[in-house]
């Protein structure tokens, strides 16, 4: 199995930029998770997908933020305008949906090494 | 809404020596899985271990096992013989089953294996 990989690893923008970032799950996951680190704080959840439909969005998921994942593989999270407050690790994470696969693979999710955003 | 809590930010152990990681949370789900993610530093976060709540016995991976008291709502990592690659940062997280949704994350323990 190829793990989830995320692009690009490291991001240093200025503030009032827009950014994007890339996802791919593994291969056979058809849920794609997004989730937010602050350093030395959990992750917190944004979004999630099944398949190519956006199926929950966290309330830290403001206007200025948007997430696509257009054929059900790959997904790219944007930020427009981007704000000092941004900064943070933006990881990706993908699984099999309930009823899919079988044993401890079932819903268990698998992290991406992550994006970490630094807003100037 | 559910909670996680990890009430032990920092942590060291000796090398070979065992240590315990304390988690516990808050739902009113009767369903639902439990996992230990490790994340070492500037490294991915890694699965570990996870527990099914309907399950009674308590999952082992190695040298890392799982005390789960469902009533007390407590979920603690043991790890045995640990080892200088076992430094990283713990955290305990929730999902209730079958919605298949969000983790939900503990604040995380910081474990130093010291030689």
């Known amino acids: 199995d190829t793990g989830v990989s995320q692009d690009p690893r490291h991001k240093i923008t200025k503030r009032g930029q827009n950014v994007t970032f890339r996802c791919d799950p593994i291969?056979?996951?058809?849920?794609l998770y997004w989730y937010r680190q602050t350093l030395g704080q959990g992750p917190e959840f944004l979004t999630y997908?099944?398949?190519?439909?956006?199926?929950?969005k966290s309330r830290l998921l403001s206007d200025r933020f948007s997430a696509e994942r257009p054929k059900g593989s790959f997904s790219t999270l944007e930020i427009q305008r981007t704000e000092q407050g941004d900064s943070a690790m933006y990881l990706c994470?993908?699984?099999?949906?309930?009823?899919?696969?079988?044993?401890?693979?079932?819903?268990?999710?698998?992290f991406g090494p992550g994006t970490r955003l630094l807003v100037l | 809404a559910q909670t996680v809590t990890q009430s032990q930010p920092e942590m060291s152990v000796q090398e070979a020596e065992t240590v315990t990681l304390s988690c516990t949370y808050d739902?009113?789900?009767?369903?639902?899985?439990l996992f230990w993610y490790k994340q070492p530093p500037s490294r991915q976060m890694i699965l570990v271990i996870r527990?099914?709540?309907?399950?009674?016995q308590n999952a082992t991976e190695n040298r890392f096992s799982v005390n789960f008291q469902k009533a007390a709502k407590s979920f603690s990592l043991k790890i045995s013989d640990s080892q200088l690659g076992d430094t990283a940062m713990y955290f305990c997280?929730?999902?209730?089953?079958?919605?298949?949704?969000?983790?939900?994350f503990g604040g995380g323990t910081r474990l130093m294996v010291k030689p």
């Open positions: 994470a993908s699984s099999l949906a309930p009823g899919t696969g079988s044993g401890s693979k079932q819903e268990t999710q698998y």
């Open positions: 291969s056979e996951h058809n849920r």
């Open positions: 997908f099944q398949n190519e439909a956006q199926l929950e």
């Open positions: 739902t009113s789900e009767s369903n639902y899985y």
């Open positions: 527990q099914e709540a309907y399950k009674q």
């Open positions: 997280a929730f999902m209730i089953q079958w919605a298949g949704n969000m983790l939900t």
